[in-house]
């Protein structure tokens, strides 16, 4: 095809070199005429006549093979031009089937990929299959958790090595020091997914451990395995509406410091972290404001005993519910959706019953925040000022103070907070710095109790706790960490108690 192609075009090329060469042929001898004709202009008439004949014949001819030439040169002209339009459709061509070429090797690399993920979809299906958990609902159901072991060394007296809340005496009664580990703090878990109800989405999930908190109560830690539930949850999920009912921690304290060896109670717990779990349901609405930011506004009501460690035990008497705990919550959010800046307020009342016919209003107003401040920093932390907020986990562990012959009692004054400086590196990797403080009016506490009683949680006026952590996560579903906390405990009487804490965990999680 290439050499009729350039025929084609030269043919034309050499016909056109003939034309040119053929016209300065002939107009130079056109141009000799004239002085022949001046030569014989005194020669008679006839022969004046003749010449001008023949002159007249030679320029008729001379101008019929030009035109002869034009013609001759339009149409080679033509030609090239067609020949350029064919040149070019052909280079289009030739382009368009590299192109085709080409397309072709990656739609069959594309057809080979798929059967490939076809292949592997048909095997985790195959092994789903085998290895599904089913339910009666015949909607999907998932078994979490995370197999957690904590190795510990502790350095002076605390109420619990395993997961220490407050420092103690050191005195013949608790151990000095103390080593060892365990795997109490691994938790296992269900999530499912529920159908739709009025269009929102339903899930559940519920989430226990084998953790012995009741091993406080005597200050010494037991080797019993105890299976209780920690948290539980039902779901109701709206674009910008969220309903909830279940054991949780307060709506008031959404927050809490990141940590793997304190999971059984978060960290900080009775050291500025209101975390208790408590039945509740709660509202939360969305509603998005100017310049991407969003504000939540959130109500819950709950039931206000805890069942944990609080100050009624010291006194004997009884209490009766009189009304609910009610909790509100207006948040601000502006920023990434994935790592916002936050700022809340919130607050807590309740009503209870003592001693016959003794009523005390329950209270706390609490804040919370979260700053991304610059990359990879973020700051976090709470604040509580508020009165009878032991079932939330604070106020040194006491609602209320009574004198030792029960005539009279107080809902006990309490304030406290926690804040963590962390550094997410990567996703793999993070560094956290956290301080929390919990204390109660030394003056309600110190008139208000029976100085013969035992626990040392009746006599705690104020609760320190700091330290950091390092957290490496070398594959998505294994956590390695290693933690550092200090403990500052002060009581009604003595002076200021101390200890120290070192951790290291290594986690599973599925």
Known sequence: MT?????????????????????????????????????????????????????????????????????????????????????????????????????????????????????????????????????????????????????YAVDGSVDNPALPLIALSRNTFYPHHSLGATLNQTQLGIDAAGPRLWSARTSAQIVADFFDNKGYTSSTSTAYNYFHIRTAEIDLDWPHTHVTAGLEAPLISPLSPTSFATVAEPSLAWAGNLWTWLPQLTLEQRVEMVHGSRAVLGFGILDPESGDITGEVASGIQRQNLQPGYEARIAWEWGEEAHPFELAANGYYTRQLFYGDEKFDFWAGTADWRFPIVKPLEISGEFYRGRGIGDLGGGAFKNIATVYDNEQSKSVDAEGGWTQLAARFTSAAELNAFYGIDAANSGEVRFGIPMAAASPYLFLIRNESFGGNFILRPHTYLVVSAEYRGLRSWYVLGPMRSAQNMTLTMGYIF
């Open 3 to 151: 050499a009729r192609v350039a025929g084609k075009v030269i043919y034309p090329h050499i016909l056109l070199a003939v034309v040119l060469g053929l016209s300065h042929v002939l107009i130079p001898i056109r141009a000799e005429e004239p002085p022949q004709a001046a030569n014989v202009a005194a020669s008679p008439s006839s022969s004046q006549a003749t010449a001008t004949s023949a002159d007249e014949a030679s320029m008729a001819d001379v101008l019929r093979r030009l035109d002869e030439m034009r013609g001759q040169l339009e149409g080679a002209r033509r030609q090239i031009e067609q020949l350029q339009s064919e040149v070019s459709t052909l280079r289009q061509q030739i382009n368009a089937a590299g192109e085709n070429s080409a397309s072709v090797a990656t739609l069959q690399e594309a057809v080979n990929e798929v059967k490939e993920d076809q292949e592997i979809t048909h095997s985790q299906v195959t092994t789903l299959q085998q290895t599904k958990i089913e339910s009666y609902s015949l909607y999907p159901v998932s078994f979490t958790g995370m197999v957690l072991l904590n190795s």
